[in-house]
């Protein structure tokens, strides 16, 4: 456990000091307890107050398969020709 700010002990706060190019240290307990090695990619969110650190996440890669089906569209399928002159014909039904 680590002195925080303003004197309050805590095992989740660290007193670190920003250096001239603006780098921070991690300390190596809270590398180890997220897992953080060398060359990991962190988000730093800008909360107003103060600052929140955490893992980047990747995303996994999404094709057009994992999509299909999304809209909730269940009737057959539309060619581009069908789907554009229903636009037309939608756009000017609203005038």
Known sequence: MRQGQR????????SVRLSTKGQLVVPKEVRL????NEGVELLLEDDGD?????AARSLPETTLDDLVG??????PTKTLEEMEAAIARGARERR
């Not at 307890?33 to 953080?36: F, K, L, N, P, V």
């Not at 103060?50 to 955490?54: A, Q, S």
């Not at 999304?70 to 009737?75: K, L, M, N, T």
């Open 33 to 36: 307890r997220h897992g953080w």
């Open 70 to 75: 999304c809209a909730g569209y269940r009737g």
């Open 7 to 14: 004197g309050r002990a805590s095992d989740r706060q660290y």
């Open 50 to 54: 103060g600052v929140l650190l955490r």
